[in-house]
């Protein structure tokens, strides 16, 4: 008989939905196993669009600075078409990338084995990485119970180096690719029968090349993000790190069959779509060729025990860049979860939201996918007269989407969408990621954005923003709420963790904040932490002027009245769960002890 090994989480595949809920889980002392197919870690690959959420994410794991240095940063797109034929393409504007409102960070190109490295880099020194092990099955006990976490129901059978592995998991989370964006079984698909899961959608007549390539041109915007509309058909052209490889999107004839593309087709074509300019090509890195298809699985979950993420739950199109972005978001949403509920602070029904969050996200971005690549066919464009300018128009539209924050969550345990919202913080959405706007820190002067006084360490966020501190009945009304926010955080707290460890505080004030002495704000926002018991000042923030940086106008970017005042509670994830006027702050302990487990009476 096999002998079985016992892990709390076991992870099927080292992709970023994978890695990325291994950091959570690591950041919650969760021990857990990857187990992988491939020899080691990813060498190249496909993926390289990195959304500006996805660079919010890692800057909130504090990996984003090393992302940024090494990336191509996009910042303009270039549009060209045709509209004389015999003349070749020409150059019909230039647009900003994003939206400076969508984020304060960038857009950037940088391959996923890169990524997939800089998130391997938080899991230790040896991570638990299993190499050379396939799994073969996955199976859940039928009578398992879903809050006892003392058991392990979930039995995974793999093979390594040609020897049978057994393991028993509280929880499994499958990232692999159990069916490929054309509708062929991946490799992995006798996982997905294991488990009686279906990959629902359709797959289209339209093939598309790509290519990476060393280009030797005459082409003006080589190097600019470029979507090119030719007499002869479409190139998206993407720009890689390193200041010379360039990755280009074909659209090949009507009636191509992917099994007769050659790389010598793919540039005969590339040649002919950026006529009248010279394209010669000094080396090919890489190629490949695809039909497109839009699927995903009919479910994302076995008795919450067993969960999908990323390419094991949704296949589309490259070109929007969502494949690796969205799967990473997967891993991200159901890591922090897992993380709570096997450290005994959330209840196990936390991980339903999983499934209702994702769930849809994939839905929206099937969605999506099927429309955006309609905007690159021709034959399409062509039918609904759809003109060059109307694509450039539609395509920068979908800016925001492609940037990663068009994600909003439905109303859950954790989410809590009340009808007044609005009127508290006019520029903050329940169900969206919490937005950030330059404060500045009261203990040492630091102009900062706010959202880097939130790190991604597991804690909940109870942001107030309190008014101008200097007016005797702003501080008042500060003293009064501290009372209560102390007494809620407290009965979530479990003796020996620090005050913030659970749930966190952060203090947004506005006014000059020189005409407020730190000792006189209430303690609550100044808790004694860490290994030598200090107390923590960095938690305190004005809207105020800098030194160095300007005024952020913090709360006319959130929609906040100074005059009112209002709480923002903010996930472990970034996503805003719950705003409320100060006068509610009893709301909150109704809401957190909704989900969390009471700690203290």
């Known amino acids: 008989m096999t002998p079985e090994e016992r892990v709390p989480v076991l992870i099927a595949g080292s992709g970023s939905a994978g890695l990325c809920a291994a950091v959570w889980l690591a950041r919650f002392n969760i021990p857990y196993k990857i187990l992988e197919r491939r020899n080691g870690p990813l060498e190249i690959g496909q993926a390289d669009g990195v959304q500006t959420r996805t660079v919010e994410i890692f800057d909130s794991f504090g990996i984003a600075e090393e992302m940024l240095r090494e990336a191509y940063h996009v910042l303009e797109i270039a549009f060209w078409s045709a509209p004389d034929a015999e003349k070749g393409i020409k150059r019909a504007k ?24 800089l998130m391997t880099g938080l899991l230790g020194s040896n991570p638990p990485i299993e190499y050379r092990c396939e799994v073969k099955n996955v199976v859940v006990d039928e009578n398992a119970d879903s809050n006892d ?22 929880y499994v989370l499958v990232c692999l690719p159990l069916q490929t964006p054309w509708g062929c079984d991946g490799a992995h698909s006798i996982v997905r029968k294991s488990l009686g899961f279906k990959m629902v959608g359709d797959s289209s007549d339209a093939v598309w090349g790509v290519m990476d390539i060393y280009p030797r041109t005459n082409f003006p915007d080589i190097r600019k993000k470029a979507v090119i509309n030719s007499a002869v058909g479409n190139i998206l052209l993407i720009p890689r790190e390193g200041d010379s490889m360039v990755r280009f999107y074909t659209e090949l004839p009507a009636g191509t069959k992917v ?37 995903r699985a009919d479910f994302f979950h076995q008795d919450h025990r067993v969960f999908l993420t990323g390419d094991a739950c ?9 494949g690796m972005n969205v799967s990473l978001q997967d891993g991200h949403n159901i890591g922090w979860k897992l993380g709570m509920v096997l450290q005994g602070l959330a209840r196990p029904d936390i991980l339903e939201t999983y499934v209702l969050e994702r769930e849809r996200t994939a839905t929206e971005l099937i969605d999506f996918d099927r429309k955006f690549t309609k905007l690159f066919n021709t034959k399409y464009r062509q039918e609904h007269g759809i003109t060059a300018g109307m694509f450039a128009e539609q395509f920068t539209k979908a800016g925001r989407y492609t940037a990663g924050q068009a994600v909003q969550y439905d109303a859950s345990a954790i989410t809590d969408i009340g009808e007044h919202d609005k009127e508290l913080v006019a520029k903050v959405t329940v169900g969206m990621r919490f937005p950030t706007a330059q404060v500045v820190r009261s203990c040492d002067a630091k102009a900062m954005q706010l959202v880097k006084g939130l790190p991604a360490n597991g804690q909940w966020y109870i942001v107030v923003f309190s008014g101008d501190l200097s007016q005797p009945e702003a501080m008042s ?11 809620t955080v407290q009965r979530l707290t479990p003796t020996g963790v620090d005050p913030d460890g659970v749930i966190d505080r952060i203090l947004v004030t506005a006014g000059d904040r020189k005409k407020v002495e730190l000792d006189t704000i209430p303690d609550f926002f100044t808790p004694v932490t860490g290994k030598w018991k200090m107390k923590n000042l960095g938690k305190i923030y004005a809207d105020d002027e800098s030194y160095n940086s300007g005024h952020g106008h913090a709360y006319e970017a959130y929609g906040v009245d100074a005059s009112k005042g209002a709480i923002v509670v903010v996930r472990p994830d970034h996503y805003v769960a719950k705003v409320c006027r100060l006068e509610d702050v009893e709301s909150l302990g109704s809401f957190f002890e909704g989900f969390l487990v009471p700690a203290r009476s």
């Open 149 to 170: 976490l003392e058991s392990y129901p979930v039995r995974v059978d793999a093979v390594r180096d040609g020897v049978q592995k057994t393991y028993r998991a509280k």
């Open 477 to 487: 009304r500060l003293d009064e709420i501290s009372s209560t926010l102390s007494q």
């Open 314 to 322: 949704h296949t589309h199109s490259p070109k929007a860049g969502q």
């Open 259 to 295: 099994s007769d593309v050659s790389l010598e087709k793919l540039h005969d074509h590339a040649r002919k779509v950026f006529h009248p300019y010279e394209m010669d090509f000094a080396e090919t890195f890489w190629w490949s060729a695809y039909s497109i298809g839009q699927r």
């Open 94 to 117: 230039y647009e900003a990338d994003k939206e400076t409102e969508i984020s304060h960070q960038p857009h950037v190109i940088l391959n996923q084995a890169r990524l997939n490295e």
